[in-house]
T-cell receptor, first 115, second 114 residues
Framework: DTGVSQDPRHKITKRGQNVTFRCDPI?????LYWYRQTLGQGPEFLTY????????KSRLLSDRFSAERPKGSFSTLEIQRTEQGDSAMYLC?????????????FGQGTRLTVV | AQSVTQLDSQVPVFEEAPVELRCNYS??????LFWYVQYPNQGLQLLLK??????LVESINGFEAEFNKSQTSFHLRKPSVHISDTAEYFC????????????FGKGTLLTVNP
């Protein structure tokens, strides 16, 4: 499978617990993005990696959120002390090194429900 | 900063009818424009994009969109829809020369009825 892979697909957690999501981008894609999509809204940008460097973070990414991309391959998104407002679909996307026709390829997402 | 407005949250149409999904954007800099489609329980898939050149772009499944710089619009059209086109459609922009960070609209749910 050569697409963007996200794990888990679904996560139910109790308020206050920590959760971690994983994203495996398409091989050779050096750019990786995390987005959050809530019900009735379009995806909102969270953060961007180029290789292992986190180059941009949205103000949506509070102190409880942390993302990493060790060695420039897979990425993890951790949410500490989850709140009900964190319930959303978390989408990962990757794209190849900048070319004239770069596009972002999305994974199927991880749906988080905080109860 | 960029913003995207999709004027219709839901568009119901009958099969084989034409459809237009409207998208307007706001940006102080030049942008790339995209339409993504999301089928139920699936991720986003790129439908078509405008980077440069001809302002009319087409997808392989019959959709087309036209970039109108003066009206800052990028409306999506299809002359005859199928039931399988039922999905949520998102318009998005990215600042030219940027890291391709996308700013999305809220989406339009297209429902094609028999």
């Amino acid at each position: 499978d050569t697409g963007v892979s996200q794990d888990p697909r679904h996560k139910i957690t109790k308020r206050g617990q920590n959760v971690t999501f994983r994203c495996d981008p398409i091989s050779e894609h050096n750019r990786l993005y995390w987005y959050r999509q809530t019900l009735g809204q379009g995806p909102e940008f969270l953060t961007y990696f180029q290789n292992e460097a986190q180059l941009e973070k949205s103000r949506l990414l509070s102190d409880r959120f942390s993302a990493e991309r060790p060695k420039g391959s897979f990425s993890t998104l951790e949410i500490q002390r989850t709140e009900q407002g964190d319930s959303a679909m978390y989408l990962c996307a990757s794209s190849p090194p900048s070319t004239a026709n770069t596009e972002a390829f999305f994974g199927q997402g991880t749906r988080l429900t905080v109860v | 900063a960029q913003s995207v407005t999709q004027l219709d949250s839901q568009v119901p149409v009958f099969e084989e009818a034409p459809v237009e999904l409207r998208c307007n954007y706001s940006s102080s800099v030049s942008v790339y424009l995209f339409w993504y489609v999301q089928y139920p329980n699936q991720g986003l898939q790129l439908l078509l994009k405008y980077l440069s050149g001809s302002t009319l772009v087409e997808s392989i499944n019959g959709f087309e969109a036209e970039f109108n710089k003066s009206q800052t619009s990028f409306h999506l059209r299809k002359p005859s829809v199928h039931i399988s086109d039922t999905a949520e459609y998102f318009c998005a922009v990215a600042r030219r020369g940027s890291n391709y960070k996308l700013t999305f609209g809220k989406g339009t749910l297209l429902t094609v009825n028999p």
